[in-house]
Nanobody, 128 residues
Framework: DVQLVESGGGSVQAGGSLRLSCAAS?????????MGWFRQAPGKEREGVAA???????SYKDSVKGRFTISQDNTKNTLYLQMNDLKPEDTAMYYC??????????????????????WGQGTQVTVS
């Protein structure tokens, strides 16, 4: 199994920045894997925010493009989410996720509408 531990959440004012980190340990996928960030606000459905695959290809939810950046440090087995120009609508519990790549139309990728296998406990982000 993969263990994921998030950190870096907090409370900021609109326009501020936060960087989330996710320390990963345990099994890794030999055939390519995805790591990403999902979030869930009270009363709302969980949604994918950003994902990155083994080769470094990234995908983002439209509303965070240009503001959020996902990256990974393979030497430290750590995933990051740099969040700039935060808005009140970004307020949510943020979860780090991991799992194998998905095959769609003959192409392997990391879609944001997938239910990945491994989840962290979450870190709260509050923007006021």
């Amino acid at each position: 199994d993969v263990q994921l531990v998030e950190s870096g959440g907090g409370s900021v004012q609109a326009g501020g920045s936060l960087r989330l980190s996710c320390a990963a340990s345990g099994h890794t996928y030999s055939g390519g894997y995805c790591m990403g960030w999902f979030r869930q606000a009270p009363g709302k459905e969980r949604e994918g925010v950003a994902a990155i695959d083994t080769d470094g290809s990234t995908s983002y939810k439209d509303s965070v493009k240009g503001r959020f950046t996902i990256s990974q440090d393979n030497t430290k087995n750590t995933l990051y989410l740099q969040m700039n120009d935060l808005k009140p609508e970004d307020t949510a519990m943020y979860y780090c996720v991991a799992g194998g790549t998905r095959l769609r139309n003959g192409v392997r990728s990391c879609p944001l509408d997938e239910q990945y296998e491994f989840w962290g406990q979450g870190t709260q982000v509050t923007v006021s």
